[in-house]
T-cell receptor, first 114, second 117 residues
Framework: GQQLNQSPQSMFIQEGEDVSMNCTSSSIFNTWLWYKQDPGEGPVLLIA?????ELTSNGRLTAQFGITRKDSFLNISASIPSDVGIYFC??????????????FGTGTRLQVTL | GAVVSQHPSWVICKSGTSVKIECRSLDFQATTMFWYRQFPKQSLMLMAT?????????EQGVEKDKFLINHASLTLSTLTVTSAHPEDSSFYICSARDQGASNQPQHFGDGTRLSIL
């Protein structure tokens, strides 16, 4: 099946640094979502974006829905050790039925060193 | 908030066994639930869309006779891996959305790790 391209694939950063990752698609989505997954657990929703151009924050996290509807980025400011994990973007065409299925990105693995 | 529960969280069984995994929405109703599979160090790949009261919609390449899905109520979907083999070992995750709320995103269960010996 289709996957969205995420970059970088992995990153090692120091505590306190800012992090930026992005997600691109060859096709349009009407909703973009960012999830974090810890080992052995299901993804947890971080931010949901519903409008092209929308910029939304959730604490230290900020995400934007690209104006072309084919991309999105996630920024994490002042990283802390508990930010470690795998971050996935996901695109969605609609909000009901089969259209609400998610297409996931390839993931960005974040490691934070003290 | 919306909670999705999966059971069991871990299954180890012999090759040829059939395994049933349950996905429940605990405090909301969901006419649609989704089943994903995730292999180690990979992303989540959608297997099928589970539709309450009707047949599931399978993604290309997913065998419907191998992965049986039943969505008999608005809060429960089950995935049965029939005659499981080692190559079916994976992390299976379900998701659901509160159909009664607008602009509500999907929430995921904690996954089921399936290991076939």
């Amino acid at each position: 099946g289709q996957q969205l391209n995420q970059s970088p694939q992995s990153m090692f950063i120091q505590e306190g640094e800012d992090v930026s990752m992005n997600c691109t698609s060859s096709s349009i989505f009407n909703t973009w979502l960012w999830y974090k997954q810890d080992p052995g657990e299901g993804p947890v929703l971080l931010i949901a974006l519903y409008k092209a151009g929308e910029l939304t924050s959730n604490g230290r996290l900020t995400a934007q829905f690209g104006i072309t509807r084919k991309d999105s980025f996630l920024n994490i400011s002042a990283s802390i050790p508990s930010d470690v994990g795998i971050y996935f973007c996901a695109g969605q065409l609609g909000l009901s039925g089969t259209a609400s299925k998610l297409t996931f990105g390839t993931g960005t693995r974040l490691q934070v060193t003290l | 908030g919306a909670v999705v529960s999966q059971h069991p969280s871990w299954v180890i069984c012999k090759s040829g066994t059939s395994v049933k995994i349950e996905c429940r929405s605990l405090d909301f109703q969901a006419t649609t639930m989704f089943w994903y599979r995730q292999f180690p160090k990979q992303s989540l790949m959608l297997m099928a869309t589970s539709n309450e009261g009707s047949k599931a919609t399978y993604e290309q390449g997913v065998e419907k006779d191998k992965f049986l899905i039943n969505h008999a109520s608005l809060t429960l979907s089950t995935l049965t891996v029939t005659s499981a083999h080692p190559e079916d070992s994976s992390f299976y995750i379900c998701s659901a959305r509160d159909q009664g709320a607008s602009n509500q995103p999907q929430h995921f269960g904690d996954g089921t790790r399936l290991s076939i010996l």
